[in-house]
Every structure is written in structure tokens, then in C-alpha cells.
């Protein structure tokens, strides 16, 4: 993270702490007193769009190591985030595991199936490996289907969480778990990054040949990225299936996939704060989308029955062509010439 001029560190620990002035603690303790209020003062409603932002996160956070800074291309994450959801529903509905067992066994789950998968990134990459990785999505999908113990095509329900007795029921609770388990998964993703591991991610991607060179193990490497990305994409999908109640495979299609890398581009490969910008823009501009299609069929009653349900794809599209085009590195890099006009602008002058 860049300092304010006359900021230093004078020592190791103070380099690498994540909050290092007085400015990002406010800005920190205020954003946490802003989310863990939140129920206070919003419905339902808008609890369960920050709920979905929130598991969203999760799930492009571990693309983003993926694809942002190990360089492998992956388009077939909503298969793995069936894993982790399927195996939750499965261990707690017919085995009665408890809630954070079944958590860390779907992270698991989810983990070591993308391990399978990512062995042929030793030998190709690019597209393809996202030939490989769509293929996973196509397998995953068709197993689920066809697997009594998953439900099959009918689907299997799933019991809210439990932590000690209490019982997440409703959109305020589950917001709080939820948002709980997010920022977990974003420090470790952030210490991650900035780590040995990291540094070897970005070796990888940004020159695998050369890296090789350097003594870095490009099969444990490629391998520990695509466990980890999967890792947090199954407890994605496990908090998505407690906060659902019902899972079936309708809810873990290719267009989900491809709207997750989607999100990672808009907001910025190989950063921190990148998934999480992209997640919630996409995500409020779907909300917003919503609230304006019966306007839209209501002003131009020429349009043909069904366009509106269209109009979301099409501006997903021409929000990532406008991206590539004027902000190639997301929002990321945009915030980042905020912080630095901010601290200038005395100066700017």
C-alpha cells in the first residue's frame, strides 16, 4: 500500500501491517461500524443483496489468485463452488454434520477436485486450460444431476446454519455470519499475496519459463493456486447453500462462470480490493437493472415480450467491452489515482 508523504516504516512488521496510519484505521473502523449496523437500518430485502455480494466476494477473491496472480484461466468456478455446496448440503442434511464442519469439508472438497482439474495447466495454458476448466463445469453439473445422493434434478434442502445452539434463521443473522466469514477469506487472500507464496504466484504468471529458471516448482505452484481458488470458491458455495435452504444444479451455470471473470476484469486482476469492487458494481447494476426493466416495458410497449430479461447480459457485455477499452486495470487502478490525487490535491495546483 502506498504512504502519505513523510509516512515511513521503520521497521519490518510496521511494512507489512495492512493498516499502517491513523487514516486507514478511521477508514477501517468506520466501514466496520457502517457493515456490522447495517441490519439496523435496511430490510430484508437489501440484507439479502449484501448477503449474495458478500458469498460473491468469496468466490472472486479465489479466482482473482487464480487467474489475477497465478496467471491460470479458469471458467468453470461455479462448478466448483458446487462442490463446496453440494457437500455441505449433503454432510449436514443426511449425515447431520454441524454447520463449520461442513464448511471446512466443502472448502476441502472443492479444493481437491480443483486439483484434478488443474493438472493439465503443467502442460497447456490459456485457452486451453479454460477448455479444461469447462469441461470440469460440464462434469461437475452432470454428476450432480445424476447422483441420488445429490438430489438429482429435483435438488436436496438444506438446514440453516448452527454455531453453538444459535441458529441462523433469518436475513440479519446470516448477514452477520456471512459478512464474518468474507472478511476472513479477503485477509487471507490479501497476506497471501503478499507473502513468499505470492511472489511466486506472480513469477508464474507473469513468466513461467523464467521462474522455472529461478528454482521455482511450477507443479506445486499451479496446483497450490487452483487449491486454494477452489478452496475459497467451496466455502463460497457453502454459505451459499445455507442461505438458500434449497440447492439445485440450475443454480451453478456456465453464464455464472463467466460472469465471475467478468467481475475479477471490471475490477482489477492481481489486487486485493479488485473482487471486491467488481462484485458489488455488478452486482448493484443487476439490482438496478431489475428495478428499471417494468419501467422499460411499460414506456416502449413496442418492445417484444421477453426483452427486458435480456437487457442484463447486454450491459454486463458492453460494461466489460467499456472496461477493456478505457480502464483496462480495473477499479482498482482507478481507486488508486484517487488516493494519490487526495493526498496531492493541496499541491495539485
Known amino acids: 500500500m502506498d504512504l502519505p508523504s513523510g509516512t515511513r516504516n521503520y521497521d519490518y512488521a510496521r511494512d507489512m501491517a495492512v493498516l499502517r496510519t491513523k487514516t486507514h484505521w478511521a477508514f477501517f473502523i468506520g466501514l466496520l461500524i457502517i457493515v456490522f ?13 449484501f448477503n449474495l455480494i458478500g458469498i460473491t466476494i468469496i468466490t472472486v477473491t479465489g479466482l482473482n489468485i487464480l487467474i489475477g496472480y497465478c496467471g ?16 455441505t448440503a449433503v454432510l449436514t442434511n443426511r449425515l ?20 484434478i482439474f488443474g493438472l493439465p495447466s503443467v502442460r497447456v495454458k490459456g485457452f486451453y486450460l479454460a477448455i479444461t476448466t469447462i469441461a470440469a463445469q460440464f462434469i461437475i453439473i452432470w454428476i450432480i444431476n445424476h ?21 441462523f434463521r433469518n436475513e440479519a443473522s446470516q448477514f452477520y455470519l456471512i459478512m464474518v466469514i468474507t472478511s476472513i477469506c479477503v485477509l487471507f487472500a490479501k497476506n497471501l499475496a503478499r507473502g513468499r507464496v505470492g511472489r511466486a ?14 528454482g521455482i516448482n511450477l ?5 497450490l493456486a487452483f487449491f486454494i481458488g477452489c478452496f475459497l470458491a467451496g466455502i463460497a458455495g457453502a454459505l451459499l447453500a445455507q442461505w438458500t435452504g434449497f440447492l439445485n444444479a440450475e443454480n451453478f451455470t456456465l453464464t455464472d462462470s463467466i460472469l465471475y471473470i467478468g467481475m475479477v476484469i471490471i475490477g482489477g486482476l492481481g489486487t486485493t480490493i479488485g473482487p471486491i469492487l467488481g462484485v458489488i458494481l455488478i452486482r448493484l447494476l443487476q439490482q438496478g437493472i431489475t428495478f428499471i426493466s417494468p419501467f422499460v416495458e411499460s414506456a416502449i410497449p413496442a418492445l417484444s415480450t421477453g426483452f427486458t ?3 442484463g447480459p447486454m450491459v454486463f457485455g458492453l460494461v466489460i467491452i467499456l472496461f477493456l477499452i478505457l480502464e483496462p486495470r480495473g477499479l482498482a487502478h482507478r481507486w488508486t489515482l484517487f488516493k494519490a490525487a487526495y493526498r496531492l490535491w493541496p499541491f495539485s495546483y
Open 37 to 49: 449496523t447495517a441490519p439496523l437500518y435496511l430490510g430484508n430485502y437489501w440484507l439479502s443483496v
Open 147 to 167: 447422483w441420488s445422493l445429490t438430489g438429482g434434478f429435483v435438488g436436496i434442502n438444506v438446514p440453516p446454519a448452527s454455531i453453538g445452539g444459535f441458529v
Open 219 to 223: 507443479l506445486y505452484y499451479k496446483l
Open 72 to 87: 491460470q484461466l479458469s471458467i468453470g468456478h461455479a462448478g466448483f463452488m458446487a462442490v463446496g455446496a453440494y457437500t
Open 309 to 311: 430479461t435480456g437487457l
Open 201 to 214: 504466484f506472480i513469477a508464474v504468471r507473469d513468466n513461467d519459463l523464467a521462474a522455472e529458471v529461478m
Open 96 to 115: 447431520g454434520f454441524p454447520f463449520l464442519a461442513g464448511l471446512i469439508c466443502s472448502g476441502f472438497s472443492a479444493g481437491l477436485i480443483g486439483l
